[in-house]
């Protein structure tokens, strides 16, 4: 063989074909002879009729011409050229050639592959050849992957290459670099946290145990370069390194969040765990979904939305990728329920509970320790995080997670609390005598018609900071917030009208447009002066453009309720709160930090102020507010007729967690109750307690005593616990029996009325006290038949007249039916017209309150579906309410269903993308964000960028949850009965 290749280097035409010419013509070239090759035959060419080329056919070779575009010879032709001296050696006989005999040269990973297969094919061709009687060698038999006759190495290598190009590429080479280097440094972070986890070393590598590719990520789309010292300290924390318990708490804007997003991606990316995030708010899970989309897309991990009617039990179950899941409280326990009831639970590597502290809130205080006490239960490997900026009794929370704490005061911004009283600043000094120390006196120039007007000066405290830095004015009422900014309105000069003129003429068109037409004429008249209000009676989808142009400085003062210091994160640089109090109530400590936790934004401001207007009448009051310690949380397990004992106890015997009393027992001994008992069980032990739910839930006929002591749930009582939420509790959902029971003989199917009547939350019509003239009037135009079918649940068209004519009525009702059909009727004028705007008007109800009625009925919807799923009499609901329940959860036309499910896209904005072509959740995912902001009217690159990767992370799971499917499908079932002995 040859030591030295010599070939002559060629030019290569650049021409590129077109994709639209036809299929014999796309392989246009000149046809030259290639060195020591025969010209082809004629009957190889086509010719064109257009142009008069000359064109080969699909069968020529596309290679005669290929050389090399650097300065070395190229792998074909070297190819060529040790075959060609191959054939023309006569010292042996003629044997194919192997790579080997190359030269050692950069190989494309097509051709390495291809070099790899074809040492493998000729080894076996080797192994299987035998002698013939006259000296040659020939095969036995010919395999499915040996080449025909003829044809060498270079024939096979430019079909493998001609394969390569036609088969489409799903990733770019940079893309599989990208990966593979992404994926090494995950086995060494994970290799890190192993070693960090058997030693005493803090050492964490790259990003806390995360590769560098999540700190790059952080920055790019956080803008976070660095993090605060006690945030590195607690990711530092022994017991984080070896899984312990933890809660942490500081105060608010101190960046919590970060450090229990550290951890999820640890337990995502690291341990390759599934991983729960519990937020108290629907608002706030869907913010959350939106900010994780981008990482989940870059790094490889589902995020799965669990608010309102959104959520999959059980969840999907997937191989390749971790999901997490982002989950309001009452999703997060019906995720837990299926995870246990699938003996799933072992998935879940992390939970992490914001707002610890809302243990003690009522109900869904009582379900959210019910989650941790089940986690705690039956699952040893599961990583608790609890965080809070409140929290009192820190010593029996840790008890009851057996957790370790970290504590802390950093704020990223000092804050400085004042008092007012009367023209007086006080700073709020704990070395004081009475807690206060003079600090300044008001100086602005009221006239006398101001003064009557802001008896509290208000308006002097606003524009000490306003338009060139935000603020934040707390109000005890909806109504006081409105009030209140529109006194202020009043009160300033031009000059703010000036301040962003353009953005605020912007806002108030988009505010147009998802009212379809309509604006509020309080915030019609205060916008241009770059105030709003923000409260429940808003729209979500007005929420969160106030809050986006409060964000962006567009605006530049709220008047808010207390719920937005518990919501979404809004920080000023001064917090006012107009009053002590939230209505009526005095303000709690926890209530009070978290307002004026608000104070102070990081990166921005050097300082944040708080100012309470304070009153000679609640001085003593506020004085002992200011310096009380934080309340302390409590478990609600037993509060309220031990609702929340009744539905644990029921759900623990459904799932077979604990049948027996001696089981309960054991269970209850980890629950905050337990720890909390003897403040708690005032008139008796816990055991007393549990015996008396156990007879409760016997009598209501949800549980059944065996007799050898062991409890089992009857149909009802399945029924209860799979269906049970806050608003369906076990009263209500024996109720809910007998009227499913009473609709089943005659169930209205000529309206939606009735299914609309089933679905009305329980807990909603206490807030609502009907307006009978509007009740009588909606009742007038029902049919016949729906004014038949609402006498037949016994509210007749006599008790709703004489109700609005101020009569009496001797035969007394049930309220909660008739405020829930009341309700069912604003719900069935919703669904008719699908305007907001026009069903608020005509119930005269506030835009927030239907919007949140519509959004709570879909998600009772879900709860009577999964109810009425284990009662085999109720069969005929479960194909009605499945269609009710698409209907409720969006409201819209059905062409705008697929649009609305992408996490961010309203009313509006659907229509806006379905009028410019994007129609689909496929057309979404492909878009360009920058295509987007140029072609959809007031959508910022922030929103565009959260929109696209929403989606294409809706469109990743749909296709997972298809191909997880067919895999299943295509999957050999491990019980398959073995071939009878005769067969085999």
Known sequence: MSSELKVRVKRVCTRRRSRDTPRAERTATRLRAAPGRSPRAPSDRRSSATDGGTFCSDSEDLFGDYDSLMNESSFLSKLEAVEQTERQSRDAPPSPPTLDDLEHFDLPPSQLQFQIEETERLRQDNDGASTCHNGTSTPHHRGRGAPPPGRGVSERLKRKMLGNAASPSVYSRSAALKAAVVSEELNAAVQTLETTTSSQSTDLGPFFGLPSRVKDLMFKLRGIQRLYDWQQACLRLECVQRRKNLIYSLPTSGGKTL?????????????????????????????????????????????????????????????????????????????????IENNRLNELGLLVVDELH?????????????????????????????????????KDLQTFLRAENYTSDFRPVELKEFVKLKETIYEVDPK?????????????KYSSSMQKLDPDHIVALVTEVIPAHSCLVFCATKKNCENVVQMIAKCLKKDFLLHRQEEKQQLLRQLRDGGSGSVCAVLQRCIPLGLAYHHSGLTAEERRLLEEAYGRGVLCLLACTSTLAAGVNLPARRVI????????????????KQMIGRAGRAGMDAIGESILVLQDRDRQKVQSLLCAPMENCYSFLLQDESKGLLSLILSLIGLNVSTSLQQLQDFLGGTLLFVQQQQLCSEGSLWDALHSCIHQLTHKQLINVCVDGNMEVTRLGRATFKGHTHTLTITHSVMHTQTHKVTREALLLKSYLHLVYLVTPYDLSAQCSPDWMVFLRQFSLLSAAEQKMSTGIGVSESFIARKAAGQTVKKSLNMVVVQRLYLALVLLCLLKESDLWFVSERFQLSRGFVQTLLSSSSAFCCCVLHFTEELEEFWPFRALLTELNRRLSYCVRAELIPLMEVSGVAESRAKQLFNAGYRTLTHIANADPNVLCSTIENLYRKQANQIVASAKMLLQEKALALQQEVDELLTMPPDLPPAPPDMT
């Open 432 to 444: 004081e005598e009475n807690g206060l120390k003079f600090s300044r006196v008001l100086n602005y």
């Open 259 to 339: 450090v229990a997003e550290i951890l999820i991606l640890r337990e995502l990316l690291c341990r390759k765990k599934d991983a729960l995030l519990v937020l108290p708010y629907v608002a706030l899970v869907q913010e959350k979904v939106r900010g994780l989309a981008s990482l989940g897309l870059d790094l490889d991990f589902m995020v799965e939305e669990y608010a309102g009617s959104k959520g999959r039990f059980p969840p999907v179950k997937r191989r390749s990728r971790k999901s997490l899941f982002v989950a309001t409280i009452e999703k997060a326990h019906s995720l837990i329920n299926s995870l």
């Open 358 to 394: 809302m243990l003690g809130d009522g109900g869904r205080g009582a379900v959210l320790e019910m989650i941790l006490s089940k986690v705690q239960f039956l699952s040893k490997s599961t990583h608790i995080i609890g965080m809070s900026a409140t929290l009192g009794n820190i």
């Open 577 to 592: 709160l107009r009053s002590p109090y939230v209505a009526k109530e005095l303000l709690k400590r926890s209530q009070y």
